[in-house]
């Protein structure tokens, strides 16, 4: 928990966030549990989320980290 410290609960306006997004993102891949997290961190101001998943890119104001090049960069190494 040192690296989420808060677990944000699913509210109705969430999911109703969620249902917007999907209709616009998943013709392009995004799955519907992703466009929950992309509503929840969009309802909460949040901006950054870790993931491989690339399909957030397409979703406008949030900013992926890609958690090897993360560990990378802790650790020094390169690819």
Avoid: C
């Amino acid at each position: 928990m040192t690296l989420v410290p808060q677990v944000l609960p699913v509210t109705v306006a969430d999911m109703q966030s969620a249902v917007s997004l999907f209709g616009q993102y998943a013709s392009k891949g995004v799955r519907a549990r992703d466009t929950i997290h992309a509503a929840i961190m969009k309802n909460h101001g949040l901006t950054y989320i870790i993931s491989s998943g690339g399909h957030f890119d397409l979703i406008p104001g949030l900013t992926r980290l890609d958690p090897i090049v993360l560990f990378q960069a802790a650790s020094g190494s390169t690819p």
